[in-house]
């Protein structure tokens, strides 16, 4: 994506991502709002081609492990996945009692018309900081890095009791997002 230090130069192999929220705005803390983050990561593994290894939603980021299968690009992906989430993050804003719905919308929009990068709300920062996994150690790290996020911040003591996170999947029982375990 522009400007983006973090390039994606192999469509096809597998990364480790990282989805930030504009002004790492604390969005993700009602079940709605992740719920969409969820719905479109199944999705995307069920209709565009995406394979997910691992990922962690926090309140104000995620972290993934995917790839696109062929002919698909991750680019693409991540495109119309941060498109399709901004928008219904945003809709569930207008439509619910959220307290902090003005301060959220006024935010979303301010980074719109900064950017000129969104129509009228921009919920994603444009960057991924895309780390190609070229190796097994690797991916082995950054699959901790993953699954110990919400343990480092003292949500969980244990990574797959963080349901909204692939660790469990890894521990043998079945998350909400369909992921492929290596």
């Known amino acids: 994506m522009s400007g983006d230090r973090y390039p ?3 469509q096809n ?3 480790f991502l990282t989805f930030t929220v504009v002004y790492w ?3 993700f803390t009602r079940p709605e709002y992740k719920e ?3 719905d479109s990561l199944n999705y995307c593994i069920q209709n565009k081609g995406l394979e997910c290894h691992a990922w962690v939603l926090m309140t104000n980021h995620m972290h993934l492990i995917v790839r696109a299968k062929e002919p698909a690009k991750l680019s693409g992906i991540i495109r119309d996945f941060k498109k399709h989430t901004s928008k219904k993050i945003v809709d569930i804003i207008k439509a619910s009692s959220e307290s902090r719905k003005e301060w959220l919308l006024h935010k979303f929009s301010f980074e719109a018309q900064r950017t000129g990068r969104a129509e009228n709300y921009k919920v994603w920062t444009d960057d ?3 780390i ?3 190796d097994g150690h690797l991916f082995q790290q950054k699959l901790n890095y993953i699954h110990d996020n919400p343990v480092r ?3 969980v003591a244990n990574p797959e009791d963080y349901i909204f996170s692939s660790a469990a999947d890894y521990c043998g029982k079945k998350g909400l997002v369909n992921v492929v375990v290596d």
């Open 128 to 130: 991924n900081h895309a």
């Open 153 to 155: 911040q003292m949500i």
């Open 8 to 10: 994606i130069s192999d």
């Open 132 to 134: 190609m996994l070229e």
């Open 13 to 15: 192999a597998h990364y």
């Open 36 to 38: 969409v983050i969820t």
């Open 25 to 27: 705005i604390d969005v």
